[in-house]
């Protein structure tokens, strides 16, 4: 790593008046994303009372989301994401919105939300692989960095305080209407993109002749012959598994017995900060090899996990996320610049697609499977042996050499703003 030069630097991806427009839009849905997560939540349990229940509405979203994500990546690939994102956003107020009028109405029924929420997922699906590959048509190569980073940190920030302020307005105003203020940040969302659509540098080659089978057979092709693709998507389908059961299904267990709830929320919190913390680093430090540094980085999670099953001590817990958090967060940006710098802008959104299915289809895994191994062989020992398996799985991928050397792409400054000269 190195300075990457001044705060104007670090910021100058707003002076691009496309990218700003889209980090208004990102930053509106966000905000009504993290509230919502709460909202839902407690909307369900005034329904059915029954955790069963929510698990099914939220299995309702995550399944199609999961099933059409290549399709999603085709998509993004063939029409203009700008357009893709803005009819995404008004299908997810519409859903959302239909939601929150059933709530406060009283007229919610649970297979409502089950299927009201698997529309949700549907449009979900549609809408990542554009969303993850917009970046690089808005901003030059050079701010590739300090715009993801910009990105990022808002969302660190609403991870923080979004679900506090949902669960304030479940308190005060009911889930429905912070269902409805979701509903409504996503109608915003949509707005500020109408400037995005104008201001694309490059839309994506659209596919001649071909359909969605032979793009997405073209996707997977491309896929299992990139090396440093495949390898970071196939560790972390194992890493994603391992967190999710682990530590946060695992972990809340632990932590009931041992530091307690609210010590818990703590740790959770300082992963968080760790996050946000970094996300500033990151604006003036500029990333030499963004899959070396990442794989390091996120394999620093290892460290809480070990310690939670060894010896949960609230202070050394709360000091290890908040460094795991960061190095979380160094991977989070140096996998979007190895995707965004790398792959040739006609096949990001497929790349990303296919990176989103490793991700989400090891969670639930990682769900279902912990429960059981910690009840057999005990929590805490599983979570010690987890820990190390996290870590070997991480640092084994740098055993590849296409993971371990990638470089950042060269690019030509602007003048009066030099970047630090790669060895």
């Not at 809480?304 to 949960?312: H, K, M, R, S, T």
């Not at 470089?407 to 000269?421: I, K, N, Q, S």
Request: charge should be neutral; glycine fraction near 10%; charged fraction near 10%.
């Amino acid at each position: 790593m190195s300075t990457s030069g001044g705060w104007g630097a670090s910021l100058a991806p707003l002076r691009e008046r496309g990218f700003a427009w889209y980090f208004a839009s990102r930053t509106s849905n966000t905000l009504g994303s993290m509230m919502a997560s709460i909202a839902l939540a407690f909307a369900v349990l005034d329904v059915s009372d029954s955790a069963s229940a929510l698990g099914q509405v939220l299995a309702a979203r995550t399944v199609p989301m999961v099933v059409l994500l290549l399709f999603g990546g085709v998509i993004a690939d063939r029409l203009p994401r700008a357009a893709v994102l803005q009819v995404s956003n008004v299908l997810s107020a519409l859903t959302q919105g239909v939601v929150a009028a059933l709530v406060i109405t009283g007229q919610a029924d649970l297979w409502m939300l089950i299927v009201l929420e698997a529309a949700n997922g549907t449009v979900s699906a549609m809408s990542f692989p554009a969303m993850a590959s917009m970046v690089p048509q808005l901003v030059p190569r050079s701010m590739l960095q300090p715009a993801n980073a910009l990105l990022s940190m808002v969302r660190a920030a609403l991870t923080v305080i979004g679900p506090t302020v949902g669960a304030l307005a479940v308190v005060t105003v009911g889930a429905g209407w912070a269902l409805a203020f979701d509903a409504l940040t996503w109608l915003v969302a949509a707005a500020l993109l109408l400037p995005v659509r104008r201001e694309v540098r490059a839309a994506p080659a659209p596919g001649q002749g071909s359909g969605t089978l032979a793009d997405l057979r073209d996707g997977w092709t491309f896929f299992r012959r990139t090396t440093w693709l495949w390898v970071v998507v196939l560790a972390f389908g194992v890493l994603n598994a391992i967190h999710a059961g682990a530590w946060l299904t695992l972990g809340p267990a632990i932590a009931k017995d041992t530091i307690g709830a609210q010590g818990w929320g703590l740790v959770l919190s300082a992963e968080s900060a760790g996050l946000l913390v970094m996300t500033v680093v990151l604006l003036r430090v500029r990333v030499r090899r963004p899959l070396l540094t990442g794989m390091i980085g996120c394999s620093l999670l290892s460290v809480p996990i070990v310690v939670l099953g060894a010896e949960p001590h609230l202070l050394v817990l709360v000091l290890a996320t908040f460094v795991a958090g960061a190095g979380m967060e160094v991977f989070g940006i140096g996998w979007n610049l190895a995707m965004q710098e790398n792959i040739d802008d006609a096949m990001l959104s497929r790349a990303y697609s296919y990176d989103a299915l490793g991700s989400f289809v090891a969670m639930p895994v990682g769900q279902l499977v912990y429960g059981p191994l910690g009840e057999t062989f005990g929590y805490r020992d599983v979570l010690v042996v987890s820990g190390l398996l996290y870590l070997v799985v991480a640092l084994s991928a740098l055993l590849s050499p296409s993971v371990r050397r990638l470089e950042r792409v060269r690019t030509v400054e602007p003048v009066g703003e030099p970047e630090a000269v790669q060895p």
